[in-house]
T-cell receptor, first 111, second 114 residues
Framework: GEDVEQSLFLSVREGDSSVINCTYTDSSSTYLYWYKQEPGAGLQLLTYIFSNMDMKQDQRLTVLLNKKDKHLSLRIADTQTGDSAIYFCADSMDSNYQLIWGAGTKLIIKP | NAGVTQTPKFQVLKTGQSMTLQCAQDMNHEYMSWYRQDPGMGLRLIHYSVGAGITDQGEVPNGYNVSRSTTEDFPLRLLSAAPSQTSVYFC?????????????FGDGTRLSIL
């Protein structure tokens, strides 16, 4: 079946940029999503990108999509302590609209 | 605006007990779903519903039942709890079933089966 893969951890210094990467296998993806999960909370939609776009920017967040390599990244500029969370990549399968989820990347901020 | 509300937030059960996890949304969303979240794994879909009276199985449905008698509510029932069902359970809803319909999540129910 289709799969989405992410590294489990990323550690960055406060003020630096964070880049969280995701690879997927589905050839028919239409939308790819980034969700954020803070401790003890549910998942919150951060941003999403349509598959015919290469880049989407929203304040400190930049999403890059390389459809040829099936690679998605989320860049967080000027990382703050409030950005500490688990970030999930999700791919929507156009065939049945279900989401395929990555395991999540835990972003650790060093002072 | 409450969004998606899950109760209880925490629960401990003994093996063999049954219980119902509640989920309610006040956004008039047609699509609702239940996921479980386990360490080192992505969310796995248990059951979903595309509208009142309609439910279907997801990736890991065994040991769980659902019903959708109203648009607002989508309870998840554990028939006979097993330690393998220890997990965090999330309910989600969205306006529709299209790729451009982001899901809204509840805060989760943390369930331990002893």
């Amino acid at each position: 079946g289709e799969d989405v893969e992410q590294s489990l951890f990323l550690s960055v210094r406060e003020g630096d940029s964070s880049v969280i990467n995701c690879t997927y296998t589905d050839s028919s993806s239409t939308y790819l999503y980034w969700y954020k999960q803070e401790p003890g909370a549910g998942l919150q939609l951060l941003t999403y990108i349509f598959s015919n776009m290469d880049m989407k920017q929203d304040q400190r967040l930049t999403v890059l999509l390389n459809k040829k390599d099936k690679h998605l990244s989320l860049r967080i500029a000027d990382t703050q302590t409030g950005d500490s969370a688990i970030y999930f990549c999700a791919d929507s399968m156009d065939s049945n609209y279900q989401l395929i989820w990555g395991a999540g990347t835990k972003l650790i901020i060093k002072p | 605006n409450a969004g998606v509300t899950q109760t209880p937030k925490f629960q401990v059960l003994k093996t063999g007990q049954s219980m119902t996890l509640q989920c309610a949304q006040d956004m008039n969303h047609e699509y609702m779903s239940w996921y479980r979240q386990d360490p080192g794994m992505g969310l796995r879909l248990i059951h979903y519903s595309v509208g009142a009276g309609i439910t279907d199985q997801g990736e890991v449905p065994n040991g769980y039942n659902v019903s959708r008698s109203t648009t607002e509510d989508f309870p998840l029932r554990l028939l006979s709890a097993a330690p393998s069902q220890t997990s965090v359970y999330f309910c989600a809803s969205s306006r529709g079933l299209g790729s451009n319909q982001p899901q809204h999540f509840g805060d989760g129910t943390r369930l331990s089966i002893l």
